[in-house]
T-cell receptor, first 112, second 112 residues
Framework: RKEVEQDPGPFNVPEGATVAFNCTYS??????FFWYRQDCRKEPKLLMS???SGNEDGRFTAQLNRASQYISLLIRDSKLSDSATYLC?????????????FGRGTQLTVWP | NAGVTQTPKFQVLKTGQSMTLQCAQD?????MSWYRQDPGMGLRLIHY???????DQGEVPNGYNVSRSTTEDFPLRLLSAAPSQTSVYFC???????????FGPGTRLTVL
């Protein structure tokens, strides 16, 4: 079983919609998780970190469910500019040594 | 600060050729990593380093070598390129005690 598994989508939603992505993880010892955003042909950039129960930043909310071992990303009031691939990530083999295990990414397209 | 820089941006090799992908960071980060990204596969960890003189293998290390003689630089060497190594390569760094990765812009490698 992969350390982090992610639904690849794609998700196609209209502007203003609410969309949610989920990732499951296998290493119960992992303490921190991340959501990265990647635009086409660009490097991933950190969107949000999740260290405990959750994190909120404007229209974006990330949550961690330790009992069920999944993390989620909720985007409210979607904008055209939210179109991108969203990658979830957790510590590689549960460590905190700056190395991550990434999911395969979920592609989001927001249409007008 | 330039952040994480990678050279070259693009490279075409013939099977059997060797080359070095360069990565440098000016943020004094202890942790550095190399990932490859293939369509539908997300990012996979190749090698990582927790400090100068210390390196270790990640998920897909075969065919690649690394060294870390300074904190700033973390080159990735392809010893004998194969078509299966056609990919986009990202270098990343993180400060000590953090899993937050800062990515370089990537190198697009094609092996014919």
């Amino acid at each position: 079983r992969k350390e982090v598994e992610q639904d690849p989508g794609p998700f196609n939603v209209p502007e203003g919609a609410t969309v949610a992505f989920n990732c499951t993880y296998s290493n119960s010892a992992s303490q921190s998780f991340f959501w990265y955003r990647q635009d086409c042909r660009k490097e991933p950039k950190l969107l949000m970190s999740v260290y405990s129960s959750g994190n909120e930043d404007g229209r974006f909310t990330a949550q961690l469910n330790r009992a069920s071992q999944y993390i989620s990303l909720l985007i409210r009031d979607s904008k055209l500019s939210d179109s991108a691939t969203y990658l979830c990530a957790g510590p590689y083999r549960g460590s905190t040594l700056g190395r991550l295990y990434f999911g395969r990414g979920t592609q989001l397209t927001v249409w007008p | 600060n330039a952040g994480v820089t990678q050279t070259p941006k693009f490279q075409v090799l013939k099977t059997g050729q060797s080359m070095t992908l360069q990565c440098a960071q000016d943020m004094n980060h202890e942790y550095m990593s190399w990932y490859r990204q293939d369509p539908g596969m997300g990012l996979r960890l190749i090698h990582y380093s927790v400090g100068a003189g210390i390196t270790d293998q990640g998920e897909v290390p075969n065919g690649y070598n690394v060294s870390r003689s300074t904190t700033e630089d973390f080159p990735l060497r392809l010893l004998s390129a194969a078509p299966s190594q056609t990919s986009v390569y990202f270098c990343a760094s993180a400060p000590q005690g953090s899993d937050t990765q800062y990515f370089g812009p990537g190198t697009r490698l094609t092996v014919l």
